[in-house]
Nanobody, 116 residues
Framework: VQLVESGGGLVQSGGSLRLSCAASGIIFSIYGMGWYRQAPGKQRERVAF???????DYEDSVKGRFTISRDNAKNTVYLQMNTLKPEDAAVYYC???????????WGQGTQVTVSS
């Protein structure tokens, strides 16, 4: 199983980035998918989650700015991040959780840096 994130980088405050996570080795359509982030010295926190039925949930600080989506045909989940703030800077991780419980997997992470 592999979850490969891409799309991170350096962006100015107020800018946008789109993260992608390509999954392989799983039946993507039966996995809920999420994005987590971890800043230095802080705990990893869930940013957004999308269920197998495409219901979404967001951490309060990103509501209205971030959008999670999935493309089951491409085995890929996305995180569109708009109006980025310095406090959004972190390593962003892709997460897959089998619906109904069981297996879960993490990607290796992608760095997002936001300059003020």
């Amino acid at each position: 199983v592999q979850l490969v994130e891409s799309g991170g980088g350096l962006v100015q405050s107020g800018g946008s980035l789109r993260l992608s996570c390509a999954a392989s080795g799983i039946i993507f359509s039966i996995y809920g998918m999420g994005w987590y982030r971890q800043a230095p010295g802080k705990q990893r926190e869930r940013v957004a989650f999308i269920t197998i039925g495409s219901s979404t949930d967001y951490e309060d600080s990103v509501k209205g700015r971030f959008t999670i989506s999935r493309d089951n045909a491409k085995n890929t989940v996305y995180l569109q991040m708009n109006t980025l703030k310095p406090e959004d800077a972190a390593v962003y991780y892709c997460y897959a959780a089998r619906a109904g419980g069981g297996s879960n997997y993490w990607g290796q992470g992608t760095q997002v840096t936001v300059s003020s």
